[in-house]
């Protein structure tokens, strides 16, 4: 099976229902259909279409139906239905997954969470939110705006916080806020069989627990495989009191990444710091206008009182000096500091305007801080001996970093190499002690690595979970592991 980018899940070819054969009849839908209204299920083409595909370069694979439930009852009630008939169930938050996670692989039903789209329990004092899967990152901080609190995970795209909470996204600001690991506090979930657990306990949300086994953190990036999530309590922020953001260009891709190594080590509480080699930089500064040196650049941003900035910024430029660095481009002022972070999160669109009519697919390896300068060092030579259009972007910070791999699906001699790549990249990671998914998820690109990083009993460990919990395999069946039939 293919580690990374894979010639076969290119391409429309969606199923018709009739050839997929799951088995959704009559009765069923008008089961479906006396639980969340007419309007609450859909058989359209289009929709199903739209519900087949994320993100990523895997193809199309719609579900034989898709559902909108309005509240965890609904969920419940369908989830019931579909056990009852064998149905396979595929959450969908906002379909900007990079993995394929929500491909109908096995047909099935498609639980679209949209409606379910507001903000419950906000307890400002306790720095906590409760939401339901249909809320955003930016619809929640856009709320939050007048209390002075945030949320402060943001993977660039405007993602559901439940589809961020199944992914175990992070992007970023991981590097001083943590991934929604550290930030999810208690989740919400409808099991297989439709019934609903609260993984801390109902309405439970303190800063920190001792109790029994760490449920939360077992949905937390479980990709659908184990249940729907339907709410989640969140961990949130003072909005800090000053925010500053700086570009930095380096003589070579080792003494950015060593700038980043050394200020993490001096202590700097640094929030953002982002690595562009010089192909991302030259396709951001074409993509959004800008027009920084075309060599490998860090965007850095920092946040604190007044005070704490100056020192913070002190140290950080002393350290990129003594590596080569050049002056800090400041972006003070609001505007700036957008602009510059908006053209980081368009990166990915800024790699497919290189070649136009080409498909992106993104690497996502995440190694021990340590290791980094050679893993990219190494990367970036692989990368010119195989001729491949791969511009990286990093949150190196956390020891991860994109190559995004721009390809020909038509040339099948270059997915060939694409393919190679991301393996012998994904097996460089592993045997520097890192992990061959930092923050995108295994979906169905990463199965057979899994296997590798986890080693036999960590996978088996793995499918007895999976089986004491959805013992038909109908939760998004075919993602993380492969598995035989019941
Ligand atoms: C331009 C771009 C940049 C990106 N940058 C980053 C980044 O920096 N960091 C990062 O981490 N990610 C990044 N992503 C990936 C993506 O935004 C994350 O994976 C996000 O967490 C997916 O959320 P979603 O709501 O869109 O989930 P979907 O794509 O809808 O689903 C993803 C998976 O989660 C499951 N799922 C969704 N909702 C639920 C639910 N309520 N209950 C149970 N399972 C559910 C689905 O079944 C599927 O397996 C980027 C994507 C794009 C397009």
New binding site residues.
């Given amino acids: 099976q293919m580690g990374g980018a894979s010639p076969c899940c290119w391409g429309p070819s969606p199923l018709s229902p009739s050839q997929q054969g799951s088995g959704v009849g009559d009765g069923v839908l008008s089961a479906f259909r006396s639980i969340c209204g007419e309007e609450g299920v859909s058989l359209g083409e289009a929709v199903r279409e739209q519900h087949g595909k994320?993100?990523s370069v895997h193809r199309c694979r719609p579900p034989d139906v898709v559902v909108f439930p309005r509240c965890v009852e609904e969920v419940s009630a369908l989830a019931k239905v579909c056990h009852k008939h064998r149905l396979p169930i595929?959450?969908?938050?906002?379909?900007?997954?990079?993995e394929g996670?929500?491909g109908a692989v096995k047909g099935g039903v498609c639980f679209s969470?949209r409606n379910m789209e507001q903000v419950l329990d906000l307890h400002p004092e306790d720095f906590d939110v409760t939401v339901e899967?249909g809320v955003t990152r930016k619809a929640l901080n856009a709320y939050l705006r007048d209390t002075g609190l945030w949320f402060p995970v943001d993977?660039?795209?405007d993602?559901?916080l439940?589809?961020?909470?199944?992914?175990s996204?992070?992007?970023?600001n991981a590097v001083r806020y943590g991934t929604m690991r550290e930030n999810v506090m208690n989740l919400e979930v409808v099991l297989a069989d439709g019934s609903i657990v609260h993984t801390a306990g109902k309405g439970r949300r303190p800063r920190k627990t001792s109790a029994g086994y760490n449920l939360t953190n077992l949905f937390v990036g479980?990709?659908?495989t184990l249940?729907?999530?339907?709410k989640t309590t969140l961990r949130l922020y003072g909005i800090p009191e000053a925010m500053v953001s700086a570009v930095c260009s380096f003589p070579s891709v080792q003494a950015a990444v060593d700038s980043t190594v050394q200020t993490l080590q001096a202590g700097v509480p640094i929030a953002r710091i982002e690595f562009l080699d010089d192909v991302m930089i030259d396709a951001c500064n074409r993509f959004s206008s800008l027009s920084y040196p075309v060599t490998p650049t860090l965007f850095l941003e920092f946040h604190g009182s007044e005070q704490s900035l100056q020192e913070q910024v002190k140290t950080a430029e002393d350290i990129t000096q003594s590596n080569g660095g050049s002056d800090f481009q400041w972006a003070r002022d609001t505007e700036t500091r957008n602009r510059l972070w908006k053209a980081r999160?368009d990166a990915?669109?800024a790699a497919l305007a290189l070649r136009p009519g080409c498909k992106a697919y993104s690497t996502d390896v995440c190694v021990p801080l340590s290791r980094l300068p050679q893993i990219i060092v190494e990367t970036k030579e692989d990368l010119i001996e195989n001729r491949l259009t791969g511009p990286i972007a990093g949150?190196v910070g956390d020891g991860n970093f994109h190559c995004l791999m721009v390809v020909d699906p038509n040339n099948p001699e270059e997915m060939h190499r694409v393919h190679l790549f991301t393996e012998r990249l994904a097996r460089r990671a592993l045997a520097m002690d890192g992990t061959c998914t930092g923050?995108?998820?295994v979906?169905l690109g990463k199965r057979a690595l899994l296997c590798e990083e986890m080693g036999p009993v960590g996978i088996q460990v793995m499918r007895s979970l999976k089986d004491t919990l959805d013992p038909n395999n109908l939760m998004?069946p075919g993602?993380i592991l492969q598995r035989e039939e019941p």
Avoid: Q, R
Wanted: hydrophobic share 30%; glycine share 24%; with cysteine.
């Fill in positions: 994320d993100e595929i959450p969908f938050g906002t379909g900007t997954g990079l996670g929500v969470l899967p993977p660039g795209a993602a559901s439940c589809g961020m909470a199944a992914t996204a992070s992007g970023t479980s990709e659908g249940g729907i999530i339907t999160h990915w669109y949150h923050e995108h998820g979906g998004n993602k």
